[in-house]
């Protein structure tokens, strides 16, 4: 009697284990930080530096 269900699922849980062990779904790579906040950090603070560095410019030459 036990045997029976056994044989039902066991085909379901193999396919669990795959997905579970499976390289793409790992948390390493899930949780994977991203660069994007400080790419955007760097561009602002170049364009706050090329202001500033006008502004002076500007003002040496009046």
Known sequence: ???LPKRRYYNIVQELVAKLSD???QVSEIEK???RPF???GILVGIGLIFII???YMLLQA
């Open 1 to 3: 009697m036990g045997a």
């Open 23 to 25: 390289e793409e779904t």
């Open 33 to 35: 930080p991203s660069n």
């Open 39 to 41: 790419w955007i950090a």
């Open 54 to 56: 006008f502004a002076l």
